[in-house]
């Protein structure tokens, strides 16, 4: 089998185009009227040499098709039984037919206002109706956000038997536009039980490749690759890759082991028969095959491991920490936010603790007397909209942990399971249909052992458990337990003894929870940091502590620096270079009051350091120095995503004296800028910038509200209205929806006429408004015909209207051609061009 390819079919909606479908129709509802041409499609693709044919439902979901003739099942059925009998009538009995479903076609929250199970049912709905028709495996490509397809992976497992192959689109940086990495696709999808995974789309067959390469480091699963036909020319519409030159192309896939291989967007069956050619002459033989069984025969060994959330990898290997703030127990001021519902407080937490160089996030909102399972969905909502590590979710609760990972965007940690098998029965189960990994307390029932030798004893049992239920042994991490050492001096020994040898005979992960071991004593810090360096010795992998505590983090940096985790000390170079060091007494050190939980008993104190200080402080802009304080601090919220401290901070502002558009030109803007350039350079991706500027939209709200008090105009904006739309024939509207989300947060008026919008409409609206600045986009080549007509028609209607376009088929050269004023690479570069031609709104 080592040397079988399945290889997959072309493109379907240029072929669809070529036989007559009119630009801005649904390609579903095109098949459905003329299930001929579609059949036809089907059948040269198999003669071309295709073992798996996509049927003609990739956009057959309830929101994509609200409006339409025909529903999610009647587009679906008709599809499957069209693509059904072509294979039957090619005589081709190894031939399989996939539903092949693309993204809802709504962000998901927190990126979006669709929820999760709304998502869901919308895929439910499908691929019950796929399955029903008679379709062999689904198919999930072209997908950007990877909680998105993650509602379809789980809509398809838990509703049909059939497999699951998942394919995301990827840009160049190797990253979708989301930013989800391919180390956080692997790891979450993996983690699901899909039985392929890969790339399609976006690039050709050069630029996919190393992406591929990456991505085989983090799974064993059989990888797929369908890349375009190189890249568009704007202009003709045409791939830079002809037919030879893909097949040559996709041989290098082939030696690299990549199971399945096909062509996306400008690939026809000539690509495919290229291809065919191609891998016989190799040696590779073009069939069918179970990939199931490919994937259980895979060594595992060399796959990297970890936990991830969308955009950010923790690699297991060395020591992580563990922020152990997001907890309510000994924190009064925490419990308050619970209670309330104060999420702004909570994501503050989590991202001081980000900050303070954590690399997960326990997340515990066990509260007497408040319903743990909303608590936890809440919080976990917002806290993976504002920081980017991987999440721990701490719950005795298997419906409460369940629910969770369900939301989650990622890979993550459950904590605790223990030896005790009513629990282990409960909570395996759900991780290991999550793919999550688990922290097993080395008890059981009858309480905390006494000794190491009991301690490994328990531990050797969980894992035991933990792999007759289909978990990795990387996945599995053992708390050794930490006590008091002022109550029971010689725990501490044998808490170190367990640790040492879990790690070393049993050859697992650990965790602790190190603070714990001083409690009740006094300047506590000096045990817990000595503590936290000899567990380290011994082989915690795990110190679960505030990492706002700088001397532990020091420890923790230091240890990596013996160690040789940090390859030449570069991260500790980093870290203590032009730091001043404080010489003290330890008299005069002054002892933490830490809870029996590790955690910072004024934990309340500590977690409204910083900027919310600022915000409760008088302002009193009386000289340079306050006024940048103030400056840094809005800076900081609106950057961190925080709208409740974005307003507080913008009404002191106001209070002391400013104007609103004193307020919103030298403080809000400046700081919005600020956030583009993070997302310019990568060091931040759209999930936090859609956060930033609702933040600063709190304020702009604020400021609107206020001004319409005083039964003023909005301050002189009626001159800053700006239309977007998708152009006529193009239904892709997601890049629009958010340049249109991010120009309404910088203050503009935005008419958003939709998608597959005739020029007509967009004229009329111009002059009806008499806007300055109009936005187009376009994601088909075939749909550009459309922009420069929108474009010349504006020209004619409005002269003084500027015109901005935008999609992936877009270059900046070919929107100089046609005419339009500017060209935008993303939503970022919408606003620069918002503001040099109507100013600062």
């Known amino acids: 089998m080592d040397n079988k390819i399945i290889v997959l079919d072309g493109g379907m909606g240029t072929m669809l185009q070529a036989a007559g479908m009119p630009a801005g129709q649904h390609?579903?509802?095109?098949?459905?009227?003329?299930?001929?041409?579609?059949?036809?499609?089907?059948?040269?693709?198999?003669?071309?040499?295709?073992?798996?044919?996509?049927?003609?439902?990739?956009?057959?979901?309830?929101?994509?098709?609200?409006?339409?003739?025909?529903?999610?099942?009647?587009?679906?059925?008709?599809?499957?039984?069209?693509?059904?009998?072509?294979?039957?009538?090619?005589?081709?009995?190894?031939?399989?037919?996939?539903?092949?479903?693309?993204?809802?076609?709504?962000?998901?929250?927190?990126?979006?206002?669709?929820?999760?199970?709304?998502?869901?049912?919308?895929?439910?709905?499908?691929?019950?109706?796929?399955?029903?028709?008679?379709?062999?495996?689904?198919?999930?490509?072209?997908?950007?956000?990877?909680?998105?397809?993650?509602?379809?992976?789980?809509?398809?497992?838990?509703?049909?038997?059939?497999?699951?192959?998942?394919?995301?689109?990827?840009?160049?940086?190797?990253?979708?536009?989301?930013?989800?990495?391919?180390?956080?696709?692997?790891?979450?999808?993996?983690?699901?039980?899909?039985?392929?995974?890969?790339?399609?789309?976006?690039?050709?067959?050069?630029?996919?490749?190393?992406?591929?390469?990456?991505?085989?480091?983090?799974?064993?699963?059989?990888?797929?690759?369908?890349?375009?036909?190189?890249?568009?020319?704007?202009?003709?519409?045409?791939?830079?890759?002809?037919?030879?030159?893909?097949?040559?192309?996709?041989?290098?896939?082939?030696?690299?082991?990549?199971?399945?291989?096909?062509?996306?967007?400008?690939?026809?069956?000539?690509?495919?028969?290229?291809?065919?050619?191609?891998?016989?002459?190799?040696?590779?033989?073009?069939?069918?095959?179970?990939?199931?069984?490919?994937?259980?025969?895979?060594?595992?060994?060399?796959?990297?491991?970890?936990?991830?959330?969308?955009?950010?990898?923790?690699?297991?290997?060395?020591?992580?920490?563990?922020?152990?703030?997001?907890?309510?127990?000994?924190?009064?001021?925490?419990?308050?936010?619970?209670?309330?519902?104060?999420?702004?407080?909570?994501?503050?937490?989590?991202?001081?603790?980000?900050?303070?160089?954590?690399?997960?996030?326990?997340?515990?909102?066990?509260?007497?007397?408040?319903?743990?399972?909303?608590?936890?969905l809440e919080v976990v909502r917002a806290l993976q909209g504002v920081v980017s590590v991987p999440l721990q979710i701490d719950s005795s609760d298997p419906e409460v942990i369940e629910a969770a990972l369900r939301i989650y965007a990622g890979k993550a940690i459950i904590n605790s399971v223990n030896a005790d098998d009513a629990k282990l029965e409960a909570i395996l189960p759900v991780a290991r249909k999550y793919g999550a990994a688990v922290i097993g307390l080395a008890l059981d029932e009858g309480g905390i052992p006494q000794t190491a030798r009991e301690r490994f004893e328990k531990a050797a049992y969980i894992k035991e458990k933990c792999l007759k239920a289909g978990m990795e042994a990387d996945d599995i991490i053992i708390d050794a337990l930490t006590l008091t050492v002022s109550a029971q001096q010689e725990q501490a020994r044998e808490t170190l003894e367990a640790v040492e040898r879990i790690s070393r005979e049993l050859g697992l992960h650990t965790a602790l929870g190190v603070s714990n071991i001083s409690f009740g004593l006094p300047a506590r810090e000096h045990v817990t940091e000595n503590f936290l360096i000899q567990a380290m010795y011994c082989g915690l992998d795990f110190p679960i502590i505030n990492p706002n505590i700088l001397s532990l983090m020091d420890a923790v940096a230091s240890f990596k620096a013996l160690s040789g985790e940090d390859i030449s000390c570069m991260h500790y170079i980093d870290r203590f270079a032009g730091r001043k060091e404080i010489k003290t007494s330890v008299s005069d050190s002054r002892p933490q009051a830490e809870s029996a939980e590790g955690a910072v008993a004024g934990d309340a104190s500590n977690g409204e350091r910083g900027i919310s200080d600022q915000g409760k402080s008088s302002v009193g802009l009386s000289g340079k120095k306050e006024e940048d304080s103030f400056k840094t601090a809005i800076d900081q919220a609106i950057l961190k995503g925080l709208k409740q401290e974005t307003r507080k901070l913008a009404e002191g502002l106001l209070e002391q004296g400013l104007t609103e558009v004193e307020v919103i030109n030298r403080y809000l803007i400046p700081a919005l800028d600020l956030v583009g350039d993070q997302y310019e350079k990568q060091t931040i991706f759209l999930p936090q910038l859609i956060n930033s500027a609702n933040a600063a939209s709190a304020a702009f709200d604020m400021i609107k509200d206020r001004i319409a008090a005083r039964g003023q105009g909005a301050s002189g904006k009626e001159d800053k209205k700006i239309v977007v739309c998708t152009v006529k024939g193009d239904i892709h509207d997601i890049g629009k929806n958010i340049v249109k989300v991010i120009l309404e947060n910088y203050g503009y008026k935005v008419f958003d006429l939709g998608r597959d919008v005739p020029a007509g409409k967009v004229v009329d609206t111009v002059v009806a408004e008499d806007v300055r600045l109009v936005g187009l986009s376009a994601l088909m080549t075939t749909t550009l015909p459309a922009m420069q007509e929108t474009i010349d028609r504006l020209r004619e209607a409005s002269p003084h209207t500027k015109v901005w376009v935008g999609g992936a088929v877009l270059t900046r050269e070919y929107a100089r051609e046609m005419g339009a004023d500017f060209y935008a690479d993303d939503a970022r570069e919408s606003v620069e061009i918002a503001q040099r031609v109507l100013g600062e709104a």
């Open 27 to 376: 390609p579903e509802v095109f098949g459905h009227q003329h299930p001929e041409i579609v059949e036809q499609i089907h059948r040269q693709y198999i003669e071309a040499g295709s073992n798996v044919i996509y049927a003609n439902t990739f956009g057959a979901n309830a929101r994509k098709l609200q409006g339409c003739s025909i529903d999610t099942g009647k587009a679906v059925f008709s599809a499957i039984r069209t693509a059904k009998r072509a294979a039957q009538k090619a005589a081709k009995e190894t031939v399989r037919v996939a539903l092949d479903l693309g993204p809802v076609g709504e962000l998901l929250e927190p990126l979006g206002t669709l929820s999760f199970e709304e998502a869901y049912e919308i895929y439910r709905e499908a691929v019950v109706a796929g399955y029903e028709a008679g379709a062999d495996l689904i198919v999930a490509e072209t997908f950007t956000d990877l909680l998105d397809i993650k509602a379809l992976v789980l809509a398809a497992k838990e509703n049909t038997p059939l497999p699951v192959w998942t394919t995301m689109t990827f840009e160049r940086s190797g990253r979708t536009f989301t930013g989800t990495t391919i180390a956080s696709m692997a790891l979450t999808l993996t983690g699901l039980g899909v039985d392929a995974i890969g790339i399609n789309c976006s690039l050709g067959p050069t630029e996919i490749l190393p992406l591929i390469e990456e991505l085989r480091e983090w799974t064993h699963l059989p990888v797929i690759a369908k890349p375009n036909a190189g890249l568009p020319d704007p202009r003709t519409g045409v791939y830079d890759l002809t037919a030879e030159d893909f097949g040559k192309q996709m041989q290098a896939y082939a030696e690299l082991g990549v199971s399945v291989l096909g062509g996306c967007c400008g690939t026809d069956p000539d690509y495919i028969r290229c291809l065919v050619s191609r891998l016989r002459e190799a040696g590779y033989i073009s069939g069918w095959q179970d990939l199931s069984q490919a994937s259980a025969g895979a060594d595992r060994s060399k796959v990297r491991k970890g936990i991830c959330s969308t955009t950010n990898v923790c690699e297991f290997g060395g020591v992580r920490v563990i922020g152990e703030r997001i907890n309510p127990t000994g924190k009064k001021r925490f419990q308050q936010a619970l209670r309330e519902h104060d999420m702004e407080y909570i994501c503050k937490m989590a991202l001081d603790e980000e900050e303070a160089g954590a690399d997960l996030l326990d997340v515990n909102v066990g509260l007497p007397g408040a319903e743990e399972k909303p608590l936890m």
